[in-house]
T-cell receptor, first 114, second 114 residues
Framework: DTEVTQTPKHLVMGMTNKKSLKCEQH?????MYWYKQKAKKPPELMFV???????INESVPSRFSPECPNSSLLNLHLHALQPEDSALYLC?????????????FGPGTRLTVL | AQSVTQLGSHVSVSEGALVLLRCNYS??????LFWYVQYPNQGLQLLLK??????LVKGINGFEAEFKKSETSFHLTKPSAHMSDAAEYFC????????????FGKGTKLSVKP
């Protein structure tokens, strides 16, 4: 299995809702990432998990809450989002212990906040 | 600090013509360099990567890139464009190390005319 999967593919939520995005990989990668991507922009790093521990939080608002319950799974919990949070949310993983740092990306979740 | 500059936010070529997408990098250490492709509403797919093994790197779908240290460039080329090559292309740099973060360029949208 050489892919990163993300669910759901699309999500529409109101500003008072609570929802979660899920990311899974079975490649044995121990680094996992959340990115936010707005239209016509490159991906913007949000969080990095290394060996299931949060290692980087790029000053993301607390309405985004990441969780890494095990080495294969990464969640992003969403609460009280704003319309400007509408974007494509990408998950990625990387094999640790090698030098080149290639990241494998999932297909993304298209989030719309009403 | 590392950075990537992609010259030209939009490149348009005719089907069968040469594709040239430009990427210049800045890095204080030997870099790892990547080209990713993104089709609409999809995640990023790795086209090719430079990891110091060879300066001319061949990737998927007939793409290749040449690492030129003297010019700090890593331009992406394909001899003959196909309609299916129309997509957004991102150049990225990583310094290696435990964090393995990718620094992305702003992207180049490739259009292919019939």
């Amino acid at each position: 299995d050489t892919e990163v999967t993300q669910t759901p593919k699309h999500l529409v939520m109101g500003m008072t809702n609570k929802k979660s995005l899920k990311c899974e990989q079975h490649m044995g990668h121990r680094a996992m990432y959340w990115y936010k991507q707005k239209a016509k922009k490159p991906p913007e790093l949000m969080f990095v998990y290394s060996y299931e521990k949060l290692s980087i939080n790029e000053s993301v608002p607390s309405r985004f809450s990441p969780e890494c319950p095990n080495s294969s799974l990464l969640n992003l919990h969403l609460h009280a989002l704003q319309p400007e949070d509408s974007a494509l949310y990408l998950c990625a993983s990387r094999r640790t212990g090698t030098g080149d740092n290639e990241q494998f990306f999932g297909p993304g979740t298209r989030l719309t906040v009403l | 600090a590392q950075s990537v500059t992609q010259l030209g936010s939009h490149v348009s070529v005719s089907e069968g013509a040469l594709v040239l997408l430009r990427c210049n990098y800045s890095s204080s250490v030997p870099p790892y360099l990547f080209w990713y492709v993104q089709y609409p509403n999809q995640g990023l797919q790795l086209l090719l990567k430079y990891t110091s093994a060879a300066t001319l790197v061949k990737g998927i779908n007939g793409f290749e890139a040449e690492f030129k240290k003297s010019e700090t460039s890593f331009h992406l080329t394909k001899p003959s464009a196909h309609m299916s090559d129309a997509a957004e292309y991102f150049c990225a740099v990583s310094r290696g190390g435990s964090q393995g973060n990718l620094i992305f360029g702003k992207g180049t949208k490739l259009s292919v005319k019939p």
